[in-house]
């Protein structure tokens, strides 16, 4: 990762400047002396040309045999595999993410490709009964076309091959679009695909800004669809400016509790909520940025919880000893240290953490704030930092109408040994995911991931919901009777 390196666009098989000729740069989150290299600032032209090259390419892509295209995925995993720590390194001194969790990250990307190169054999439709003599019905999955991909920074190779590997073994070609945050963990994924004989065309990388790059892929009228992770108010845009014509899946952000009840073991549920709320320095978008603790055991509990935190040791991801790295830049450590004020400010009390240390990187102490309640701030927005929020359950009903009292659905967990409690919470929690007797982190590929509420629009990824979003379920009806025959009408 030299210094000086320029990063290009990908399109159409050909590494290439943007047609803006401009580029803007990046520093190290956890060292901002240390400059990361100059980025294409991509535009419209770009996305046209991307978009065109992916419509012309779709025509043979669509038409190699599922399995074949399984292969060329397979080899994407093993290359991954084999560069995995090289690549962890570049993510950790890219976007601030701990060494280790920068490995998982790759890992699940791995995870996805081998999944994915596996559906090349299956790919499901569905045969069935007709109500009528003579006639047969099913199902056959076709590709969509061309997918716009939009990705955050904060699972910089796992998202992009969530969505990669999934629209391609379905037939799709696809556009790129990654954070400006993380523009060389993408190239580094497209570099491999290239290397792995994802043919030209195929997949396409535009790096550049939301509103313009963005914009344009949601808005293309050669796109099919647009599968976008990342904040809801970005989300409430990109839905307004999708159109008809497309699917569109979305996954956003959370306000994820932790439910720890009276019977919970407690060292276990601790070691939930530290991983939970600080893992990534809270900036998953499965972050435990709540804990909902019973009455009985929060002053233990909230003891507990403080000693660890002070604990955690701030520093570079690379640096094996360090557990919390930095926020990602200095926008979103400074809108974590507005909430640090807010949670003061609103009356909440500050158990431990809540303060920007004085280093070269974007870093926030982790905070634990108690006694917060629904109607405030800290309870209800997402932060994205090191920042958790315990709130005090007389009851399980009593935890859980606070668990749900956030506009948010996506990830959620009860530490319980009570089989009757885990099942309440199970039914009651309206949340995408729940976990039993562990964090609200820990999601693996073969299993859909996604929220509701407005984490998500319905879709999920991963697993075999992924599969719905980037085919078509053409119903078939074949009709060998030799005569017209109606249905609903000649049914006897
Ligand atoms: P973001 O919404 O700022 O950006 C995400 C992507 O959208 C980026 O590539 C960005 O350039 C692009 N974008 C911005 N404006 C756009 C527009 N108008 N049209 C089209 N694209 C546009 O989010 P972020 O800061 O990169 O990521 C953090 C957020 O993502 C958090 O809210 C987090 O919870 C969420 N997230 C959700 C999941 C999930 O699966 N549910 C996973 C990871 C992150």
Known sequence: MPKSAIYKLYIDGRWISSESRETYSRVNPANYNEPLGRFQQGNEKDVDKAVDAAEIAFEKWRDVPPPKRGEILFRVAQLLKENKEELARIMTREMGKVLTEARGDVQEAIDAWILAAGEGRRLFGRTTTSELRDKFAMTVRLPLGVVSCITPWNFPIAIPSWKLSMALICGNTVVLKPSSDTPICAVKLIEILEKAGVPKGVVNLVTGSGGSVGTRLVKHKKVRAVS????????????????????????????????????????????????????????????????????????????????????????????????????????????????????????????????????????????????????????QDEIFGPVTAISEANSLDHAIDLANAVEYGLSSSIYTNDIRRMMLAIKNLEYGITYINTSTIGAEVHLPFGGTKVSGSGWKEMGWSALDFYSDEKTVFVDYSGKLQRAQIDID
């Open 228 to 379: 976008f992770t990342g904040h809801k108010d970005t989300g409430d845009v990109i839905m307004k400016n999708v159109g008809v014509g497309k699917k569109l899946g979305m996954e956003m952000g959370s306000k994820n509790p932790i439910i720890v009840m009276d019977d919970a073991d407690l060292k276990l549920a601790l070691d939930g909520v530290i991983w939970g709320a600080f893992g990534t320095s809270g900036q998953r978008c499965t972050a435990a940025s709540r804990v909902i603790v019973h009455k009985k055991i929060k002053q233990k509990f909230e003891r507990m919880l403080v000693e660890r935190t002070n604990k955690l040791r701030l520093g570079s991801g690379l640096d094996l000893k360090t557990d919390i790295g930095p926020l990602v830049n200095k926008a979103a450590q400074d809108k974590v240290a507005k909430y640090l004020e807010i949670g003061k400010q609103e009356g909440a009390k500050l158990c431990c953490g809540g303060k920007i240390p004085k280093l070269k990187g974007w870093f926030v102490q982790p905070t634990v704030f108690t006694d917060t309640s629904k109607d405030m701030k800290i309870f």
